[in-house]
């Protein structure tokens, strides 16, 4: 059984990256987080009595779970918004919202070429995942910057090995491809991917 | 033949050295994500150490209320450790336990109504019995018409 510090220790090491993993999918900052706090919660709560070596697992679980559970009810949410919206006849706050603008892309960096440079080649890659789809990303986010192995992501993912590895596959394409177009060469991009026979 | 053999280890060695840049840049990728994510603003960071707090309280009143159970266990309260045990499980089946509630409510309402019924059938046999007239008396309606003229 897991001590509360070691749930201290595991939450205070995967918070951040559990928060812009989040951010991306739903792309609200504040939804973000109190996705992140209910699946703090939820593994407390329901798993806390689990050996520490398997909360990576279930949080990742929970978190996706969560994200999942956010989308469905942002669904139910804006199918009532149109239908009453149809109701109240113009919609002037409903402007088209590029939900790339939220995304803080500057930097309060003193060393201003380099700086600028790196938070942007940091912000078209955050853009870049953002525009994934759904299963691309957190296949990507799973394997890659949770390090999680393709076995473990198939089990979170509720899918076969061979679709975790696809979806990662084609993620990794579609960022090259998008940052290749943004002219960010740099990220050892090679044409060998870019114009692969896949 | 030989050439198909060929040219099949060609293609997995492209596979070979395409996953290999994909891993390469999928890391380059990561690397500037994770160094994005340690530049989160004070707002944010405050929020997540609240998050991690309020999860770590949850546990923490959890532990106090397993080791609480365990004490009554051990000084012999079985009844309440019972108790709790069978409040876990009813809170577990919310429909199962609301359906078992109603079904209890509705056998003790039956119970008491043909209770209730039985007694009041054998306290006017009773009376009747007792009566110094004759049972057919109250049946008779000329003898009910008389007894209130009289």
Request: negative net charge.
């Amino acid at each position: 059984m897991a001590t509360p510090k070691e749930l201290s220790d595991f939450l205070a090491a995967i918070e951040r990256r559990a928060f812009k993993q989040t951010a991306y999918a739903v792309r609200d900052d504040h939804a973000a987080l109190d996705i992140v706090q209910d699946a703090m919660m939820k593994l407390a709560d329901k798993y806390g009595a689990q050996p520490a070596s398997e909360f990576p697992m279930l949080f990742q679980r929970i978190l996706q779970n969560t994200m999942r559970d956010y989308w469905r009810r942002q669904k139910v949410r804006n199918l009532w918004t149109t239908l009453l919206s149809s109701f109240g006849g113009s919609a002037d706050d409903n402007e088209d919202r590029d939900p790339l603008d939220t995304i803080d892309v500057g930097d309060d960096s003193e060393e201003p070429s380099v700086q600028i440079a790196r938070s942007q080649t940091i912000a078209l890659i955050e853009r870049a995942l953002e525009k994934l789809p759904t299963r691309q990303r957190e296949a990507f986010v799973l394997r890659y910057w949770e390090e999680m192995d393709v076995a473990e992501t198939a089990e979170i993912m509720g899918c076969s090995d061979g679709s975790v590895k696809t979806h990662c596959s084609r993620a990794v394409h579609a960022l090259a491809l998008e940052l290749r177009k943004q002219g960010l060469d740099k990220l050892g991009l090679s044409n060998a991917i870019l114009n692969g026979p896949r | 033949m030989k050439t198909d053999k060929i040219r099949h280890d060609n293609i997995d060695q492209q596979i070979s050295v395409d996953a290999n840049v994909e891993d390469q840049i999928a890391h380059n990728i990561v690397d500037l994500l994770d160094s994005r994510a340690q530049e989160l603003s004070d707002e944010h960071l405050v929020r997540l150490a609240e998050a991690r707090s309020l999860a770590i309280g949850r546990l923490v009143s959890q532990d106090a209320q397993l080791a609480g159970n365990h004490r009554l266990h051990r000084n012999g309260n079985t009844l309440q450790w019972f108790g709790g045990r069978f409040g876990h499980y009813f809170e577990q089946h919310r429909i199962f336990s609301t359906l078992l509630v109603v079904c209890v409510m509705l056998l003790t309402f039956f119970a008491v109504q043909q209770f209730s019924i039985n007694h009041q059938i054998e306290n006017s046999d009773a009376f009747l019995l007792a009566s110094d007239l004759p049972p057919e008396a109250y049946a008779d309606k000329g003898f009910t018409a008389w007894l209130d003229t009289n």
